[in-house]
């Protein structure tokens, strides 16, 4: 008989998240997994979390729990407690670079979810310190990336075209996108910025109201949401990936970037500085350091870093499924 699992968190969107791509690994492998919830509303997808936690916790050998740091939390803290009663084996999976504020201004709460835990794993070293920090027992597993899935385009002649793959939300910081793109038009006239992404808050009218101020709409393309293989297809056309996050873990879109062979800059914020080695497979700046991130770019138009976009992909080959599957059935077995 397999070995069951109920994996909870966010199934309600179109990208191919960490959800669906370890739930579809561990299918592979024979696992059998339900996953809960697909429901839009926040209490119905809580409820129906809940209800499937309840209705098969005599069934089930493992739970997966998705852990952030925002609404989620609550939600990974409920169902854990119910896990708690019924004396199940449940995983938390670490996201979000703000996880560690939670550990310190929720010290109570975060004990009886990750003490409880029979594993805790994050995707990255940075939340696997920050955690042991707090006495708190963590595995590190990467994100898998289907890397067959990811052709990588060799730029030759790298032009200051950016872009951004993030949604609209103060964490990740558009504005700065912006700033940056007027710094490089001093030096680099033809520049252009694509945003892609939802939008999460206000930031989209600020960003509009920027851009707007400093006379740029004719160098911005804002596409709002894509589907993975459309933005995909459309990153052919640019040359330079830029993230300009606040707060991070191990960004998906990032490590994308990287397989497509966008040579990236970003922001040295959380897990960042783990997942991209400065001057090997990217360029990293201060949080809100626009001159430093202009400069870099500068620096790639230029020809100054070659071999970043190649490093960046012989780095994320190592998170396929057969390099991570090994850690996984250790911990399900």
Known sequence: MSIKILYI??????NETTLKLLSNSLVNEDYDIIITSNKQNKFFRLLDMCVNLLKLSFKLDF?????????????????????????????????GGNLPNRLKKNKFLSSLIFNNAY????????????????NYVVDEIPNIIQIDKYPFLKRINIKPKLLFVRAFHEIYNPVMALNVLKEVLKSLPE??????GPIKDN?????LKLASQYNLIDKIEITGFLAKEEWHEKSKDFDIFINTSNFDNMPVSVIEA???????????V??????????????????????????AINLIV???????????????????????RKKWLEILK
């Not at 407690?81 to 995983?91: A, T, V």
């Not at 997942?275 to 991130?293: F, H, R």
């Not at 020809?303 to 396929?320: D, T």
Request: net charge positive; hydrophobic share 40%; proline share 2%.
């Open 302 to 324: 230029e020809g100054k870093h070659q071999k970043l976009a190649i490093n960046a992909r012989k780095k994320v080959e190592s998170f396929s499924w057969n390099s991570v």
């Open 63 to 95: 739970v997966i729990i998705d852990t952030y740091s925002t609404t989620n939390f609550y939600y990974a803290l409920i169902c854990s407690q119910i896990c708690k009663i019924f004396k199940l084996k449940y995983i938390t999976v670490l996201h």
């Open 119 to 134: 594993k805790n794993v994050s995707p990255s070293m940075y939340l696997k310190k920050e955690f042991e920090n707090y």
């Open 203 to 207: 930031s989209h009218q600020n960003f």
């Open 9 to 14: 968190g966010n199934n309600n969107t179109k």
């Open 270 to 295: 959380g897990g960042l500085p783990y997942l991209i080695e400065e001057n090997i497979s990217g360029l990293l700046v201060d949080k809100n350091d626009v001159k430093a991130m202009a400069n």
């Open 258 to 268: 990287m397989a497509l062979g966008l040579p990236i800059v970003s922001t040295n």
């Open 191 to 196: 520049a252009t910025l694509c945003m892609i």
